[in-house]
């Protein structure tokens, strides 16, 4: 078993910045993928950013590029994601979680474990 805690959401206005931190314990992997989603009220869970855990190799949601950035501490066993230029439409639960065969970013059906959702408000 995985077990994910995220932390680091909380209110911020437009314009904002906000930091994620995901720390994993339990099994390891080889080469894990460890990805962030969001899901806003009435919309489907969304694909966010996604870290390569043994290389590094990252992959972003069109609609984050250049704001977002996901990376990793190896000795903390933590990914983080750091939220620049916050938008409203950047409102959601936002969710780590870990593809144990690093054989997807974005699609969440081929992600195994999930930590518990941490909520972003952006609003003025």
């Known amino acids: 078993q995985v077990q994910l805690v995220e932390s680091g959401g909380g209110l911020v206005q437009p314009g904002g910045s906000l930091r994620l931190s995901c720390a994993a314990s339990?099994?390891?992997?080889?080469?894990?993928?460890i990805g962030w989603f969001r899901q806003a009220p009435g919309k489907e869970r969304e694909s966010v950013a996604a870290?390569?855990?043994?290389?590094?190799?990252?992959d972003y949601a069109d609609s984050v590029k250049g704001r977002f950035t996901i990376s990793r501490d190896n000795a903390k066993n933590t990914v983080y994601l750091q939220m620049n230029n916050l938008k409203p439409e950047d409102t959601a639960v936002y969710y780590c979680?870990?593809?144990?065969?690093?054989?997807?970013?974005?699609?969440?059906?081929?992600?195994?474990?999930w930590g518990q959702g941490t909520q972003v408000t952006v609003s003025s």
């Open positions: 870290i390569n855990w043994r290389s590094g190799g990252a």
């Open positions: 339990g099994r390891t992997f080889s080469s894990p993928i």
């Open positions: 979680a870990v593809n144990k065969y690093g054989n997807s970013w974005k699609r969440p059906t081929l992600y195994d474990y």
